[in-house]
Protein backbone atom coordinates (compact mmCIF):
# COMPACT_ATOMS: atom_id res chain seq x y z
CA UNK A 1 0.00 0.00 0.00
CA UNK A 2 1.00 3.19 -0.32
CA UNK A 3 2.40 5.88 1.76
CA UNK A 4 -0.05 8.75 2.66
CA UNK A 5 1.29 12.15 1.78
CA UNK A 6 3.58 14.25 4.09
CA UNK A 7 1.40 17.05 4.97
CA UNK A 8 4.71 19.33 5.34
CA UNK A 9 6.05 18.63 2.11
CA UNK A 10 6.60 21.47 -0.38
CA UNK A 11 3.52 21.17 -3.48
CA UNK A 12 4.41 19.45 -6.32
CA UNK A 13 4.95 22.90 -8.43
CA UNK A 14 3.09 20.58 -11.16
CA UNK A 15 -0.04 20.37 -9.00
CA UNK A 16 -2.39 22.80 -9.44
CA UNK A 17 -3.14 25.08 -6.32
CA UNK A 18 -6.36 25.08 -4.44
CA UNK A 19 -8.37 27.72 -5.92
CA UNK A 20 -9.71 28.48 -2.07
CA UNK A 21 -8.35 27.41 1.52
CA UNK A 22 -9.90 24.65 2.98
CA UNK A 23 -11.91 25.88 6.30
CA UNK A 24 -11.38 23.82 9.64
CA UNK A 25 -14.04 21.17 9.61
CA UNK A 26 -16.32 20.84 12.77
CA UNK A 27 -14.81 17.75 14.50
CA UNK A 28 -10.85 19.34 13.53
CA UNK A 29 -11.90 22.99 15.57
CA UNK A 30 -13.89 20.14 18.32
CA UNK A 31 -10.27 18.52 18.34
CA UNK A 32 -8.60 21.94 19.12
CA UNK A 33 -10.91 23.25 21.49
CA UNK A 34 -11.78 20.25 23.88
CA UNK A 35 -10.29 20.62 27.08
CA UNK A 36 -9.24 24.17 27.06
CA UNK A 37 -10.75 26.37 29.31
CA UNK A 38 -13.53 29.09 28.24
CA UNK A 39 -10.88 31.62 27.95
CA UNK A 40 -8.63 29.84 25.79
CA UNK A 41 -11.32 28.83 23.42
CA UNK A 42 -12.43 32.22 23.17
CA UNK A 43 -9.05 33.00 21.99
CA UNK A 44 -8.60 29.85 19.82
CA UNK A 45 -11.61 30.79 18.12
CA UNK A 46 -11.13 34.34 17.45
CA UNK A 47 -7.86 33.28 15.89
CA UNK A 48 -9.12 30.61 13.57
CA UNK A 49 -11.66 33.32 12.05
CA UNK A 50 -8.58 35.74 11.69
CA UNK A 51 -7.25 33.03 9.75
CA UNK A 52 -9.53 32.20 7.38
CA UNK A 53 -11.27 35.45 7.03
CA UNK A 54 -7.52 36.64 5.58
CA UNK A 55 -7.49 33.16 3.42
CA UNK A 56 -4.42 31.47 5.60
CA UNK A 57 -4.16 27.97 4.58
CA UNK A 58 -1.00 27.62 6.91
CA UNK A 59 -0.78 29.03 10.40
CA UNK A 60 -0.32 28.62 13.95
CA UNK A 61 -2.69 28.80 16.34
CA UNK A 62 -1.10 29.78 19.98
CA UNK A 63 -2.48 29.36 23.44
CA UNK A 64 -0.80 30.28 27.13
CA UNK A 65 1.70 26.94 27.11
CA UNK A 66 1.48 25.13 23.77
CA UNK A 67 0.26 26.01 19.68
CA UNK A 68 -1.11 23.76 16.74
CA UNK A 69 0.12 24.06 13.49
CA UNK A 70 -2.73 23.95 10.49
CA UNK A 71 -2.47 23.46 7.56
CA UNK A 72 -5.00 22.62 4.50
CA UNK A 73 -7.70 22.37 7.29
CA UNK A 74 -6.04 20.21 9.11
CA UNK A 75 -3.76 19.79 12.45
CA UNK A 76 -0.19 18.53 11.12
CA UNK A 77 1.45 18.90 14.52
CA UNK A 78 1.46 20.70 17.85
CA UNK A 79 2.87 21.58 21.54
CA UNK A 80 2.82 21.86 25.18
CA UNK A 81 5.52 23.62 26.72
CA UNK A 82 6.46 26.62 29.56
CA UNK A 83 6.68 29.91 27.70
Known sequence: PASPPDPLAPRDPGTPAASRPRA???T???YILDGHSKEIQASLV???E???AAGATSFTLQYPGGYYLIR???VVGSGRGEE
Open 24 to 26: LSP
Open 28 to 30: VRS
Open 46 to 48: EQI
Open 72 to 74: DGQ
Open 50 to 52: QYE
